[in-house]
């Protein structure tokens, strides 16, 4: 079974679950670092960031009672999720990634070519998510706490990140409601924030016949669970004398992730860009040079066989034909 | 009428011819036996008696090759070096080549002359005690096929690629060619095989020298028509053959020098 | 002597010289080969293409109805574009001492024998396939290769690919794939054809059906005791450079299947004991087999290889990621850069690797370096594998050689000692 068929089927049931769980009666809960957004009246589960914004927008006096405990539980939560999971959030399970994923095959169906970005301007965008991630810290600290000498900022900032969230803007689409839609001009930070969340919209759109997964090179999301990639279960290894550094690896990976073909020492490959969306092990063609572990289990192994069966396409019985002959 | 000769006593084989001052008028071939003088004065009886010529009519007598002072009844002697450029510039003139290269393949040896475009020895380059590439290697391994040594040309040119012989000593090459009999290996192809050999030799031996066209092949061996299609292969050079008899060539030679003292002298 | 061969003309007589002399060199190293016993039966049909140049090359190349020749040099020619346009590639790097010589003309003495000896095949009538070639195409890999494109041009259209000598970097990598898209138009200018994405696609499967059973083969390798020579080995991935991929792969296929039964029937073809080489360094053609055909006579077995025209050659395959056109040209263009193990480059960790990589699989006991002498990216390489094998344990030898046939018995003296030390190491 092609891993990247299976990756399609379990995106296609998280998706429905959390898009329309609710309506099965399905709660996962709203703790989930993942974009199935609140906004989605019928989502089966949630992403933590709205109740996590809520929560910091208050003064610092108060994390030391109730509201830190609650602060501290759902971090708990998360980063459970996080070091358990780890990036197949984003590979997986994230319903808005999927979306994205699915407009990438429309675009590969209608034969267009994608572009990449020149590798300085890659390497220079990768700490726009950090930036993100701290932001949407500091904001709504900066609601409860006058800091850094400024005042306190006035609650039009609150859940700035879900005011511009793309994903709250598209998601509710796909529910039937289209509400979300909108600019709000009864403030400035509403506008501002809004009107990113359109603009960042509409890019979501014209990017996704452009490159693979363009939002998500920004996601703080990506960048919070990038901290767990150390301890994460799931590991990608490399074997460094195996290695050829054909470059296929890097050349199939979404997310135009360099060191995956650069990197021959590294023992854990998952870099913060990765979404394990296994796509690397797919296209590489030495026996054992790439592997996906889960808990130092291998779970998913480049093969020399695999990788010919996967590239034969429209010839794949022949060649499997061929291959299982030849065992 | 004045008659000359000349002798030329090789290895292999005795040659005498005889000239007058303006041709050729005949020659003889002889095996070399134990008493050079008597092979060679037999040869001479033969071929004056079949020339209806008597030895007092012979003006000058020049002998050549290994056993040249053996031959006391000669008048001088030269070396066959001298004696080959004069032969074969003189074959040359009468077909209109200009030789500049003589190879001559003997019994036991084997010679490269290098001559410039005025028809005087530029250079020369003999093999050394060494039987090697010579004439004497071919009887062997006619020898060893059992076939008769001029059957040697027409059978190689069968041959479909020649097998190559490593060896390049007389003696080692036997037993490689014995190998290959025993191998089965088809007897065109071995012959092919040492002749390619031998031109192999040859032809490093030219280098040396310096190849210039035309270049004049003669001595036995040069009958042996896959030999030649050797050196011209291995040359990469067309390569001129005496007609009829290119074993007399340094006896003519020695005739025309012994021509040339005589009229010098007596000038 | 007949009046007809007096007409030749001095480079017909050159090229009979070399056409003897090579039929020769061909019928004595067919005849060693022959001579290891044992053989696959399937190695016949290998045997043939190579018999061919005894007569001229006549039937080594066997284009099918309508297709053109292009020759080409080095590995580095993407052979996946040459077959969309419906041409065939058609290797030209030889091996062949009898047209050093003539190679001589064009080049210094200094030279590798490699460019030398295919400079003289270009220039004399020798091998006839060298001389349909519609266009000959030349990587810029060394330094030789730059300026045989200049001498060749006299005989051929040449089209040059350029090479980048740091593939790490993304300029070079961009530089390549501009090389690679300017080789499309030139093919496509040449063979009339134009290379559609189906074509392309098609091509590019059809290389790795070959790639298939060429990794299968090597997985045989693999196999202790071995059950092909290193020699027959060679032969079969030297096989490649002349026959149609399709073909290629049939035989191939053929062969595999007779060498997986022999596993089954432990068939051997070394001696138990023998000592297990791999040869690394200057590329070997046929029939340059001098070096092989001494380890495997002095109780070696040539267990594998890192050539460029051997194990290095089908090695690394086409990844097709989204399908597009581009995609698939990048893919192509990658598959020759990037993984090369060729020493041109800047960097020789991946050679390294690869090296190590493979006396794990293979359980190399000795490594032999070859290097021709006049190629310089090996040889200048010599002293940093020599300390990658120091670190890992495993003695090499460094053999400079060329293609002439002098130093063979003191080539055989150097890796029959070389051998009996391997052997008494294991203790």
């Given at each position: 079974m092609n891993v990247q068929r299976i990756r399609l089927i379990v995106q296609f049931i998280s998706f429905v679950v959390l898009t329309y769980g609710g309506l099965f009666y399905?709660?996962?809960?709203?703790?989930?670092?993942?974009?199935?957004?609140?906004?989605?009246?019928?989502?089966?589960g949630s992403c933590f960031l709205v109740g996590f914004q809520h929560m910091l927008a208050?003064?610092?006096?108060?994390?030391?009672g109730d509201a830190g405990i609650r602060l501290l539980k759902v971090l708990g939560v998360v980063s459970l999720w996080a070091i358990v999971l780890n990036k197949a959030w984003c590979g997986w399970i994230c319903p808005f990634g999927f979306v994205q994923d699915l407009l990438t095959k429309l675009r590969n169906l209608i034969s267009i070519d994608m572009s990449r970005f020149a590798w300085m301007t890659r390497t220079r965008y990768k700490s726009v998510k950090y930036i993100l991630l701290a932001l949407l810290i500091l904001i709504p600290l900066g609601i409860g706490n006058a800091m850094l000498g400024m005042p306190k900022l006035s609650r039009?900032?609150?859940?700035p990140f879900c005011q511009m969230c793309p994903a709250r803007v598209l998601m509710p689409i796909l529910n039937g409601?289209?509400?979300?839609?909108?600019?709000?001009?009864?403030s400035g930070p509403g506008m501002f924030l809004t009107t990113a969340a359109i603009v960042l919209s509409g890019l979501f759109f014209t990017t996704a016949f452009v490159k693979r997964r363009f939002l998500c090179s920004y996601c703080p999301m990506l960048a919070l669970l990038s901290l767990f990639d150390k301890i994460g279960f799931t590991t990608l290894r490399k074997d460094g004398q195996r290695c050829?550094?054909?470059g296929n690896c890097s050349r199939a990976c979404p997310m135009e992730i360099r060191e995956i073909e650069e990197?021959?020492?590294?023992?854990?490959?998952?870099?913060?860009?990765?979404?394990?969306?296994m796509r690397c092990v797919d296209v590489?063609?030495?026996?054992?040079a790439l592997q996906i572990r889960f808990l130092n289990m291998p779970v998913y192994t480049a093969t020399e066989k695999g990788f010919l069966q996967r590239q034969s396409g429209s010839s794949k019985e022949q060649v499997e034909s061929e291959i299982t002959k030849h065992d | 009428m004045s008659y000359y000769i000349g002798i030329d006593i090789g290895s292999a084989t005795t040659k005498v011819a005889v000239v007058d001052d303006e041709t050729i008028l005949g020659h003889k071939v002889v095996p070399t036996g134990v008493h050079c003088e008597e092979t060679a004065r037999d040869a001479l009886d033969l071929l004056l008696h079949k020339l209806s010529l008597?030895?007092?009519?012979?003006?000058s007598v020049t002998s050549t090759g290994y056993?040249?002072?053996?031959?006391?009844?000669?008048?001088s002697n030269i070396s066959e070096i001298s004696a080959n450029v004069k032969g074969a510039l003189w074959y040359g003139e009468q077909t209109g080549i200009q030789v500049r290269t003589i190879i001559n393949l003997g019994g036991q040896d084997s010679k490269v002359i290098a001559i410039d475009d005025q028809g005087v020895t530029k250079n020369f380059a003999m093999n050394d005690k060494?039987?090697?590439?010579?004439g004497r290697f071919l009887e062997t391994m006619a020898r060893i096929l059992e076939i008769?040594?001029?059957e040697l040309g027409e059978i190689s040119l069968e041959a479909d690629v020649p097998i190559r012989i490593?060896?390049?000593?007389a003696v080692f090459a036997e037993s490689e060619i014995i190998s290959l009999v025993a191998r089965k290996k088809l007897k065109s192809e071995i012959i092919a095989g040492a002749h390619y050999s031998i031109a192999k030799r040859l032809s490093r031996m030219a280098k040396r020298v310096g190849i210039v066209d035309q270049v004049f092949f003669d001595g036995?061996?040069?009958?042996?028509d896959g030999l030649i299609k050797a050196m011209e292969d291995e040359l990469a050079t067309d390569v001129y053959v005496p007609p009829s008899?290119?074993?007399v060539t340094t006896a003519v030679g020695a005739a025309l020098i012994a021509r040339d003292e005589y009229q010098k002298e007596n000038s | 002597m007949t009046e007809q061969t007096k007409k030749l003309t001095k480079r017909e007589r050159l090229a009979n010289k070399v056409k003897v002399n090579l039929a020769m060199s061909v019928r004595e190293i067919m005849d060693q080969i022959n001579d290891q016993?044992?053989?696959?039966?399937?190695?016949a049909y290998f045997d043939r293409i190579f018999e061919t140049f005894e007569h001229?090359?006549?039937?080594t190349v066997q284009p099918r109805k309508g297709e053109k020749i292009i020759g080409t040099y080095?590995?580095?020619?993407?052979?996946e574009l040459i077959y969309a346009t419906g041409a065939r590639p058609v290797r030209l790097c030889s091996g062949a001492y009898e047209s050093v010589e003539i190679g001589e003309d064009y080049l210094p003495?200094?030279?590798?024998p490699m460019v030398k000896s295919e400079i003289g095949f270009s220039a004399l009538p020798v091998l006839s396939f060298f001389h349909q070639c519609e266009m000959l195409v030349m990587p810029a890999s060394c330094d030789w290769k730059v300026k045989m494109a200049e001498i060749l041009s006299e005989f051929a259209p040449v089209h040059m690919m350029d090479m980048p000598?740091?593939?790490?970097e993304e300029s070079s990598r961009a530089f390549w794939l501009e090389e690679v898209k300017r080789f499309i138009k030139r093919l496509e200018k040449v063979t009339g054809v134009r290379i559609t994405r189906r074509r392309l696609k098609q091509s590019i499967q059809m290389i790795q059906r070959a790639q298939v059973e060429f990794h299968r083969f090597h997985r045989i390798r693999k196999a202790t005791p071995p059950v092909i020579t290193g020699r027959d080995a060679l032969e079969v991935m030297n096989a490649y450079f002349y026959d149609h991929v399709e073909d290629w792969t049939a035989a191939v296929s053929k062969l595999n299947d007779e060498l997986e039964e022999r596993i089954r029937n432990q068939v051997?073809?070394?001696?138990?004991?023998a000592a297990r080489i791999m040869l690394t360094g200057s590329p070997m053609v046929f029939p340059n087999w001098k070096v092989p055909t001494i380890i495997e006579e002095m109780d070696?077995?040539?267990?594998?290889d890192e050539f460029c025209t051997s194990?290095?050659?089908?090695?690394d395959m086409v990844a097709v990621d989204e399908g597009t056109m581009s995609d698939m040209v990048h893919a192509i263009a990658d598959r020759y850069l990037l993984p090369s193990t060729c020493?041109?480059?800047?960097?020789?960790v991946d050679r390294k690797d690869r090296l190590l990589q493979l006396i794990d699989d293979y359980q190399v006991e000795g490594v032999i370096y070859h290097i021709l002498k006049g190629c310089h990216p090996y040889d200048v390489e010599t002293k940093i594998i020599e300390k990658l094998m120091e670190g890992k344990g495993v003695p090499m030898l460094k053999i400079e050689t060329d293609?002439?046939?002098?130093d063979v018995e003191q080539l055989r003296t150097r890796i029959e000692a070389f051998q009996e030390t391997l052997k008494g190491r294991r203790g």
């Open positions: 399905i709660d996962m809960g709203n703790r989930m670092p993942t974009f199935s957004c609140a906004f989605v009246d019928d989502n089966g208050r003064p610092f006096s108060e994390f030391w039009d900032w609150s859940a409601d289209f509400s979300e839609i909108y600019i709000d001009f009864s050829t550094r054909c990197e021959k020492t590294m023992s854990n490959l998952v870099t913060q860009d990765c979404i394990l969306c590489c063609p030495e026996d054992e | 008597r030895f007092e009519d012979i003006k056993g040249r002072r053996l031959v006391k009844f000669a008048n060494c039987a090697a590439g010579t008769n040594v001029t490593n060896s390049t000593c036995g061996p040069a009958l042996n008899v290119p074993q | 016993g044992n053989r696959p039966e399937n190695m001229g090359g006549e039937g080095c590995l580095f020619v993407p052979e003495e200094g030279a590798c000598r740091v593939k790490e051997q073809v070394a001696r138990v004991g070696g077995v040539l267990v594998a194990n290095r050659y089908l090695n020493p041109i480059f800047s960097n020789s293609y002439s046939p002098q």
